[in-house]
C-alpha cells in the first residue's frame, strides 16, 4: 500500500519562475510533514517542514501548504533559481513509529 | 561529530559475497535509521535503534540482512549473501529523539553494487 504519493515525477522551470510539488497521504497517523532536498551524489537534507496545526509556513523563498482535511500538503518554490535544481522528496513522519514515509521525488531543473 | 558518517562511499561486492556498512550518527543521537535507495528516487525504509535497542525493523529482509549499533562503536548493517537486487546507495540517518518535530540527518550514503 502506498501511503505518499508525490507529483509531478519531474519539472522545468526558467529561472525566476514558480515550482509546485504535491504530496498526499493516507496515514491519519503522520503529524510531521517534511520536505528534504537531495543533490546528486548527496544524502536528503530537510528543506523546510510544517506541523499540521498550521495551513502554511514561509521560509524565504520555500513555502509548504498543509491541507488537513484532504490529506495533502505541497512545496512551492518561489524565483527558483538554477542552485535549485535537486531532487524533492516529501517525507512525513509518523507520531508511533518516528520514521519518514517517503515519496517518489521530483525531479526540479531550473533553467538559466 | 556534527554529521552523520558513513562508510565506505563505494563497495563493489560479487553476488554471494558479504557486505557490511558502517554508520557513526550525530554525537548525542539517539536514534539510528537505516534506508536503501534504489533507482536514484525510491526510499525503502529498513530499521531503526534506539540507542543500541532495535526500535522498528519492519522494513528488514531478515533472512539476509542484519543490523547493530553497539555502545562506543559505528553502528553497522550487514548483508550475507549479497544479491543483485541489493545494489543501491544504503543511506545512515539519525536524530537526537523521537520525537515527529526532531530533525532527521542524513549521511551521504554508502554505494553498493553487486556484479
Known amino acids: 500500500q502506498q501511503q505518499v504519493k508525490q507529483s509531478p515525477q519531474s519539472l522545468i522551470v526558467q529561472k525566476g519562475g514558480i515550482s509546485i510539488i504535491n504530496c498526499a497521504y493516507e496515514n491519519t497517523a503522520f503529524d510531521y510533514f517534511p520536505w528534504y532536498q537531495q543533490f546528486p551524489g548527496k544524502g536528503p537534507a530537510l528543506l523546510i517542514a510544517i506541523r499540521p496545526d498550521v495551513s502554511e509556513k514561509k521560509e524565504g523563498r520555500f513555502t509548504i501548504s498543509f491541507n488537513k482535511s484532504a490529506k495533502q500538503f505541497s512545496l512551492h518554490i518561489m524565483d527558483s533559481q538554477p542552485g535549485d535544481s535537486a531532487t524533492y522528496f516529501c517525507?512525513?513522519?509518523?507520531?508511533?513509529?518516528?520514521?519518514?514515509?517517503f515519496g517518489a521525488g521530483t525531479t526540479v531543473t531550473v533553467r538559466a | 561529530g556534527e554529521e552523520v558518517a558513513q562508510t565506505p562511499k563505494h563497495l563493489v561486492r560479487g553476488e554471494g559475497q558479504k557486505a557490511k556498512l558502517y554508520c557513526a550518527p550525530i554525537?548525542?543521537?539517539?536514534?539510528v535509521f537505516w534506508y536503501q535507495q534504489v533507482l536514484k528516487n525510491e526510499f525503502k525504509f529498513l530499521i531503526s535503534?534506539?540507542?543500541?535497542?532495535?526500535?522498528?525493523e519492519t522494513g528488514m529482509p531478515k533472512e539476509r540482512f542484519s543490523a547493530k549499533c553497539l555502545p562506543n562503536s559505528p553502528c553497522s548493517l550487514e548483508i550475507q549473501a549479497t544479491k543483485l537486487e541489493d545494489s543501491a546507495v544504503y543511506f545512515c540517518a539519525s536524530s537526537q529523539t523521537g520525537v515527529s518535530g526532531n530533525t532527521i540527518y542524513f549521511g551521504e550514503g554508502s554505494w553498493l553494487t553487486v556484479v
Open positions: 535503534f534506539q540507542n543500541e535497542n532495535v526500535f522498528d
Open positions: 517525507a512525513p513522519r509518523g507520531s508511533n513509529d518516528y520514521k519518514l514515509s
Open positions: 554525537k548525542g543521537h539517539s536514534y
